[in-house]
């Protein structure tokens, strides 16, 4: 089966500072991988669509210039928090799509915990 | 919204009954996927149920669609205690070219030993 991974796992930071965030692809290559963000004991929303070689597109009210998503190959994506507050602490999960068999499949990595002091 | 809604929202059983939870969603769509989410962790993949089929069978799970009424059951057949977790619902949007999931707002499901 497709495996996406996800670094770091977790990541506790000060105020202020910036956090990036990997989403990997390990045996498939996507074009398109999303960023979802879940809060404690809500569901997950989607945050952007990160497609490769292109700007990403966000979702209406997440600040693209605080939420920053490279997708520089086909296997990786990126999201940069900046300037994190103890408000972005949260859950943040990537999914790859993969296109295969006339069917749009979506895999997800682990997730990565943010807590920001 | 983003989300469409399941309900309950939390439900308790003991070990060895049957749970059923319910999604309604808000657009027309070509599948409706479920997902299980144990306490701070990962998604894990259950079922998907394709638009023109009404129901769908794997292992202990049973799910239906009616996309007149817009709405999905998952039922989880003589529940385990290693069940207890989060249980999503997930659609994409037909013809529209949007490629990412909306979730529901979930289901916490506690099976009591």
């Known amino acids: 089966g497709a495996v996406v991974s996800q670094h770091p796992s977790w990541v506790i930071c000060k105020s202020g500072t910036s956090v990036k965030i990997e989403c990997r692809s390990l045996d498939f290559q996507a074009t398109t991988m999303f960023w979802y963000r879940q809060f404690p004991k809500q569901s997950l929303m989607l945050m952007a669509t990160s497609n490769e070689g292109s700007k990403a597109t966000y979702e209406q009210g997440v600040e693209k210039d605080k939420f920053l998503i490279n997708h520089a190959s086909l296997t990786l994506s990126t999201l940069t928090v900046t300037s994190a507050h103890p408000e972005d602490s949260s859950f943040y999960i990537c999914s790859a799509g993969r296109l295969a068999g006339g069917g749009d499949t979506q895999y997800f990595g682990p997730g990565t915990r943010l807590t920001v002091l | 919204s983003q989300q469409g809604e399941e309900d309950p929202q939390a439900l308790s059983i003991q070990e060895g009954e049957n749970a059923t939870m319910n999604c309604s969603y808000k657009t027309s769509i070509n599948n409706l996927q479920w997902y299980r989410q144990n306490s701070g962790r990962g998604l894990v993949h259950l079922i998907l149920?394709?638009?023109?089929?009404r129901e769908k069978h794997s292992g202990r799970l049973r799910v239906t669609l009616d996309t007149s009424k817009k709405s999905s059951s998952l039922l989880i057949t003589a529940s385990r205690a290693a069940d207890t977790a989060s249980y999503f619902c997930?659609?994409?949007?037909?013809?529209?070219?949007?490629?990412?999931?909306?979730f529901g707002s979930g289901t916490r499901l506690q099976v009591q030993p």
């Open positions: 149920i394709r638009s023109n089929e």
């Open positions: 997930a659609t994409d949007a037909k013809d529209t070219g949007r490629r990412a999931l909306t």
